[in-house]
């Protein structure tokens, strides 16, 4: 497996936390909120998409609105293949970022 970089590990990360409510602009506002920077909706969707083809994630149509001119919410849950990938990267930072480390890198 392909270790997830840091765009993608939030962005699944915000689909987990969202849990049933995971759709766009939630997810950005998510992300935005927790990290405090700005997400375009650009790198939100292109990274969807990509999570969504190698597995990690699994996209569904909501019921079309009529304030929303009929069109369909995109809600996205994590597989199992994705809570995998985010573990290896939470098991890899822990292996990465020991305590010595980061009490060196914090004193500075």
């Not at 909120?33 to 790198?43: A, D, K, M, V």
């Not at 009929?70 to 990465?96: F, M, Q, V």
Request: avoid cysteine.
């Amino acid at each position: 497996m392909k270790d997830l970089n840091l765009t993608e590990e939030m962005v699944l990360l915000a689909v987990w936390k969202l849990n049933e409510d995971a759709y766009g602009v939630k997810i950005r506002q998510r992300i935005s909120h927790e990290t405090g920077r700005s997400f375009p909706y650009g790198t939100l969707y292109s990274t969807l998409e990509k999570m969504e083809k190698k597995g990690f994630l699994i996209m569904t149509l909501g019921d079309p609105l009529p304030q929303r001119g009929g069109r369909r919410k995109h809600y996205y849950s994590i597989t199992p293949a994705g809570i995998k990938a985010l573990k290896t990267a939470l098991s890899l930072k822990k292996i990465l970022w020991d305590t010595e480390t980061e009490k060196a890198l914090l004193k500075n």
